[in-house]
């Protein structure tokens, strides 16, 4: 069976969702003064990216470049016996990608949202999107204007980019397929070779160099990892 991530498919699942986000731009504009702005359409979105998340985490259990992470391992023995919860989640994987100090900008078109930290608090809790996303599938109407929001929804999604981009079998596919992975001056290979040294970023020793990870939404400027020294790529002409 060939790998989702390493197909696309899992990508591909991804840039529909943002498509369709980026189409309720036209109606609310992207801008931190219409955060708490509601409507169906979000709440509809926030219930299909929180499940699309949910999957992810599922997924990511089985790969094979985490068969050495501890937490993980952890977290199959747990799954062999009941289903895990975000918490379960949340206590395999933000170890792993130190997913609660990642930083994304969003902006589109003539609009600029900002700096967002989709999982900011993750090694304490659950995000408030996550919780968004919860109590909107089991009661949608009555939670719809509380929940259904601007805010929610646009973490929601820059999480399921975050998670996309950070994961190495999904990364592998990004850098070699695609140009949403992309580092000025260095060749594919080795900005896949560089990325492959660390599960939050890329090795201090390319202080100099920057590899950012771009949508029509988002944009994420990849850490250096203090704990990965790396070597120094060749500089392309």
Known sequence: MIDPFERGKVWFLYLKL??????????VALETVHENVWSEKFGELLIRIGSSVGSFFNLVASSKSLDKERTVTKLRKRMEKESPSITDFRKAFNPVFQLSS????ASYGLTYYGELQPFKGFERKAPNWW?????????????????????????ALAGLFILNILHKESQRY?????????????????MEESLMESMIGIP????????????PLFTHFFRFDENVLGSRPTVEE
């Open 18 to 27: 943002e498509r369709e986000f980026i189409e309720t731009t036209s109606y």
């Open 102 to 105: 990642v930083e994304v900008e």
């Open 204 to 215: 201090k020793g390319l202080r100099g160099f920057e590899i950012r990870a771009t949508t």
């Open 174 to 190: 990004l850098v070699r397929y695609t140009n949403v992975i992309y580092g000025e001056y260095i060749g594919k290979s080795q």
């Open 131 to 155: 919780e968004a996303h919860n109590k909107l599938k089991h009661e949608f109407f009555e939670k719809l204007e509380e929940r259904a929001t601007l805010q929610n929804t646009i973490n």
